[in-house]
Structures are given as structure tokens and as C-alpha cells.
């Protein structure tokens, strides 16, 4: 096999986080050491609602924000863009993502960046997106993202596509909410704090967008038909057996299914599709 083979130097570049304490680490680079790739709330289902909904064409220049491991950079490029930019701040996933080819000829460019300042030219893309990636983020740093996700797509025909964490119902009692980012944060070690359905749309609307588009999923992620669902049956028992083999990685998953189970009945994904206010007056 060639050096130069794109699989053959992904499997030499290191997953976000490798050598971290399990204890410590954050709850997603956890799941991605021990193999799982699909790391998006609503899972493959709504990712691919997502994408569906966006409308992919040859014409488009797609930028992702917050690009992680690349397993929804490979559905985009299926789609065969005209461009695709994963935008991410950890080098190691940066690497990854810059070992990816498209079949057709798209342009792939991968970029070591903050989503709040990427530092791409203005007006250059016409699909932004990004995922499981402001929930984990205070209100200004959503803001900012945002942001950024306007100043870089045309005014034209540009779309903006969301897929998050969501509080349900939408009148949830404060306190419940205050006990739910409590419990998720020191769950998965990384502060979060999701919004309400009408929450995520109000915030949009408040950085100049128009929501278009939304769907909703249960959040799964750890549950054993969502499992399987998004990363097969053979990487599903690959990934539960490395648990297994790890008492401190397995107890953090444990813990992380049942902070979720605790909540469930409050806790959801959300796929939004949004297009600049401007755009459609």
C-alpha cells in the first residue's frame, strides 16, 4: 500500500484526546478513543435530514465547523460539493480531516480554526454547517458562532444547518433546566447547555436568520439500537467491547447513559435549517 493511501495515514494520525486520563477526558473524545464515530446527538438519521434537507448540489461551497471525525465530512463529500472546508481547532482532528478525498472534483481543504473565527474570506460559502458544537457553548460564544456562520455565506442562496441538543418541553421548569446542565456537565466533563426548541430559533433570529426547516429525534446516543444504528453491528460490539476491557472508561460510559436516561423525557436532538434574513426579503 502506498505512503501516501488517505486510510493508510488515518490509521497513524491520533484520535482527539488520545492519552488523556479516561476519567477526565470529555465525555465525546472519550467515545471517540474507544471507537465511536458517530458522536452528533440525533445520530445518522439526523444528520442525514440535515444534509437532505440543505440540498447539496455542485455549485455549493460547504464549510463545517467544528468538523470532529470526519464521519459527516464523508456523507457531505458523497454528495460531491463543489467545495467542502472542515473548519476545527484540535490538530489531531485537523490531520484526519485533511487525509480526506472526494471522489468527484470537489475541493477538500481541511483548517485549524475557532467556529467563532475561522478565519475564511467573507461571502465565500453557501452552506455553512454545524453540529452537537453550540449546545456545549455559553449563549455569547453561540452568538459569536453564528456569527461567523453569517458573515461567511452569500446572501443569495446561502443555508445555515444546525444539529444540537435540545430542552423539552418548551415552558421547562428553570430549576429542572439548571439540574439538567448540571448533571450533563459533570457527566460528560464539558459544559452544556442546550436550549429549548423555540430557543435555538429565537437565537437565530436574533444573528439574522430564518428558520426554514426543523426536525426532531430522541437523544440515544449511548442506547443499543442507536448504537448499532449509527456505527454498525460489528463496530458497535468492537467499541462495548473496549469499554469492557477499561474499568475506568467503561464506568464514564455508564454514568454519561445514565445521566441521559435520567433525563430523557427532557432531552432531545434538533435539526434546524436556516437562511439569512436578508435572503428572503
Same mark, same amino acid.
Given at each position: ?12 494520525? *491520533? ?24 458522536? *452528533? ?22 464549510? =463545517? ?6 464521519? !459527516?465530512?464523508?456523507?457531505?463529500? =458523497? ?5 467542502? !472546508? ?57 452568538? *459569536? ?8 455565506? !452569500? ?8 444539529? $444540537? ?11 429542572? !433546566? ?7 456537565? =459533570? ?19 436574533? $444573528? ?22 449509527? =456505527?454498525?453491528? $460489528? ?47
Amino acid at each position: 500500500m502506498a505512503p501516501t493511501d488517505p486510510q493508510a495515514l488515518q490509521k497513524n494520525i *491520533r484520535v482527539p484526546g488520545e492519552g488523556l486520563d479516561a476519567a477526565r477526558m470529555p465525555g465525546h473524545w472519550l467515545l471517540a478513543r474507544l471507537g465511536k464515530r458517530v458522536l *452528533r446527538p440525533g445520530g445518522v438519521e439526523l444528520t442525514t435530514w440535515m444534509l437532505d434537507n440543505l440540498a447539496l448540489g455542485r455549485d455549493d461551497r460547504v464549510v =463545517e465547523l467544528a468538523a470532529g471525525l470526519d464521519a !459527516t465530512a464523508r456523507l457531505t463529500l =458523497e454528495r460531491s460539493p463543489g467545495s467542502y !472546508t472542515a473548519v476545527d481547532r484540535d490538530p489531531a482532528a485537523v490531520a484526519r480531516l485533511g487525509t480526506l478525498t472526494a471522489r468527484g472534483p470537489t475541493e477538500v481543504v481541511a483548517v485549524r480554526a475557532d467556529a467563532a473565527d475561522t478565519g475564511l474570506p467573507s461571502g465565500s460559502a453557501t452552506v455553512v454547517y454545524g453540529e452537537a458544537m453550540l449546545t456545549m457553548q455559553p449563549e455569547p460564544a453561540k452568538r *459569536r458562532i453564528m456569527r461567523e456562520a453569517r458573515r461567511l455565506l !452569500t446572501d443569495t442562496d446561502g443555508r445555515y444547518a444546525l444539529h $444540537e441538543l435540545c430542552l423539552l418541553p418548551e415552558d421547562l421548569d428553570p430549576d429542572h !433546566t439548571e439540574e439538567i446542565t448540571r448533571d450533563l456537565g =459533570e457527566a460528560i466533563h464539558v459544559g452544556a447547555r442546550p436550549l429549548t426548541p423555540s430557543g435555538w430559533v429565537a437565537l437565530l433570529a436574533a $444573528e439574522g436568520f430564518t428558520v426554514t426547516a426543523r426536525w426532531r429525534a430522541p437523544m440515544a446516543l449511548l442506547e443499543p439500537r442507536r448504537l448499532i444504528a449509527d =456505527e454498525g453491528f $460489528e463496530n458497535a460490539v468492537r467499541i462495548a467491547g473496549r469499554a469492557l476491557r477499561d474499568p475506568a472508561a467503561r464506568h464514564r460510559v455508564l454514568e454519561m447513559r445514565r445521566v441521559f436516561r435520567r433525563h430523557r423525557a427532557h432531552l432531545g436532538a434538533i435539526g434546524l435549517i436556516a437562511v439569512p434574513t436578508t435572503s428572503t426579503s
